[in-house]
């Protein structure tokens, strides 16, 4: 079976309040019990604020480090799945479930290359 990101894009900014972030925990929570019990769960993880991140570039053979994220935008990558998947329709339904659980905010769906071990 392939594996497939499911990547969620949000906003910059702030935290939601509470009333808003808890129904989206809860949401979560309950969706990736479905996936490891439909085994095609992976792995999952959410990501601290862009502000947080460390770029390493290589110039001249040396390495380079600077604070900040690669690139800056209005919305930037606040957490992902990793699924395994037969095919790319079943990866899309889950990641509609992903997006509907969220609420408003997008999900990316990609393949990653060659099959999964």
């Known amino acids: 079976m392939k594996q497939y990101l499911l990547s969620i894009y949000q906003p910059d900014g702030g935290v939601p309040a509470p009333e808003v972030l808890e129904p989206i925990v809860r949401n979560l929570g309950e969706l990736e019990e479905e996936m490891r019990a439909a085994g095609v769960w992976v792995f999952s993880g959410g990501l601290h604020a862009p502000d947080t991140a460390t770029v390493i570039r290589v110039k001249d053979g040396d390495t380079l480090m600077t604070d900040g994220p690669y690139t800056e935008g209005k919305e930037h990558l606040g957490g992902f799945t990793v699924i395994r998947a037969p095919d790319l329709d079943e990866a899309l ?22 099959e999964a071990g």
């Open 93 to 114: 339904e889950w990641g509609r479930r992903l997006a509907l659980a969220i609420g408003l905010l997008p999900v990316e769906v990609r393949p990653f290359q060659g």
